[in-house]
């Protein structure tokens, strides 16, 4: 994924339709409303209804979050940095990725949209009910809310100053957009960008 230019101000076009275009846009308070009633209501059911061990259900909950910092990686290196030859997946992966990198300080696309983002959590919590089967209601509340983390922290990023005990993932991801575009692929953490050696070097 290559941008020509990066520009701190103004804001990207994604699609010519009005309504659609309207739909690439969303608050962060549009996303908290989707997911902490579900996260809540995830566990609650787990626990009164199911009746599955607290301490477990706490278990494996922090193991969804864990999981959410590796898939957040592997989308961000893998699928939103794709190299392709192609025009049309060229396009595909403006829409969904290219434009943040081209309009980065665009606070109305920091987050994902609510429509894809229900259509892929949706995605993610058949896929966990597959491998967890009904410990998927601790593990998916975890891992929802390692995206909105991420997401809380990926906006603060662009739209704030670094508070003191967070410099470094502020500098690490400044540097991914304005340098590096092919390190520091984590947000909420380097963890994986040490593991897999795409952290960004300490200059």
């Known amino acids: 994924m290559e941008i020509e230019k990066i520009k701190n101000k ?46 477990k259900t706490i278990l494996i909950f922090i193991g969804g979050l864990l999981t959410w910092t590796l898939v957040e990686y592997i989308l961000h290196r893998f699928i939103f940095h794709i190299i392709s030859e192609s025009p049309f997946v060229q396009r595909i992966i403006y829409k969904l990725h290219g434009v943040h990198h081209e309009y980065p300080r665009d606070k109305e696309r920091l987050f994902m949209p609510p429509v894809p983002s229900l259509i892929i959590a949706g995605f993610f919590f058949y896929i966990q009910y597959l491998v967890f089967g009904i410990y998927v209601l601790a593990f998916f509340p975890g891992f929802v809310l390692g995206y909105l983390l991420y997401g809380s922290l990926h906006y603060a990023i662009h739209a704030f100053p670094p508070p003191k005990y967070l410099k470094a993932l502020w500098r690490n991801h400044h540097l991914h957009h304005y340098k590096y575009p092919d390190l520091g ?19």
């Not at 608050?27 to 566990?43: E, R, T």
């Open 10 to 55: 103004g804001q990207g076009t994604v699609f010519q339709n009005g309504i659609l275009e309207m739909m690439t846009k969303t608050h962060p308070m549009v996303i908290y409303s989707l997911y902490i009633p579900i996260i809540a209501f995830c566990i609650y059911y787990a626990i009164d209804y199911l009746e599955l061990n607290v301490l």
């Open 185 to 203: 692929f984590g947000v909420s953490s380097i963890l994986w960008d040490v593991i897999f050696r795409t952290h960004i070097p300490k200059k």
